[in-house]
């Protein structure tokens, strides 16, 4: 036959200790919590804020320089970047650039030397031509080699000049009054209309025209006949 149920059998002494203190402890929380503070509470609990306000304010100061620093920064980097993105640019125009015009200068350079030494060359054999030595029996060979010369000068004097406005003395003044006749022409012709256009163009062409249109009546009339 089973034993009888005894309850304090299974009653912890210990659980139920705790629970009566923590008991006791929530009442007397409850008790303090609605008594009202005294004014020593209440100054303490002000001091307490505005050390907090104070501590908020200086690590805001403290966040706001650490932000003026990263925007600083930011700044100089991207004036890095677009200061180093146009530098590269500019340079490595700036040397093709230079390169082709210290290349077509050397070559310029070269080609003047050349033209030089050949005036130079040509300058000297006709110095050196002397027509009080020629006697009568040399005379016509002379005369020959003496033209040749002069001819090959004047060649190489031609070559020079095309070579080299310089030595054609005015046409550095006739290649600046040559530019504004151009472009006052251009203007001119840009402030006209097409249908203007085409009347100047007939204007200019109607010889022309004429003459072919004479031709045809010709040769049409002779191709009737």
Request: charged share 30%; with cysteine; net charge negative.
């Amino acid at each position: 036959m089973a034993a009888e149920f005894d309850a304090s059998e299974f009653v912890d002494a210990d659980f139920q200790a705790s629970r009566k203190a923590a008991a006791l402890s929530a009442a007397a929380a409850s008790f303090d919590g609605g008594r009202a503070p005294s004014r020593e509470q209440v100054e303490s609990r002000v001091s307490e804020m505005q050390q907090k306000l104070a501590d908020l304010k200086r690590a805001q100061q403290e966040l706001e320089r650490e932000r003026a620093s990263l925007e600083e920064t930011r700044r100089r980097q991207l004036e890095f970047t677009t200061g180093r993105t146009e530098m590269l640019d500019n340079l490595t125009r700036g040397i093709g650039l230079l390169e082709e015009s210290e290349f077509t200068a050397r070559r310029d350079a070269e080609q003047m030397a050349k033209a030089l030494q050949g005036l130079r060359d040509v300058l000297a054999k006709i110095q050196s031509i002397h027509e009080e030595t020629w006697t009568k029996e040399t005379m016509n060979v002379e005369l020959t080699r003496a033209n040749t010369a002069i001819e090959n000068a004047r060649m190489e004097w031609n070559a020079a000049r095309l070579k080299f406005p310089v030595l054609s003395g005015s046409s550095a003044a006739e290649q600046a009054q040559v530019a504004p006749e151009n472009a006052a022409a251009a203007d001119f012709l840009a402030e006209k209309s097409y249908s203007e256009l085409c009347k100047l163009g007939l204007a200019l062409t109607w010889p022309l025209a004429l003459a072919g249109l004479g031709i045809f009546v010709l040769l049409l009339i002779f191709l009737l006949r």
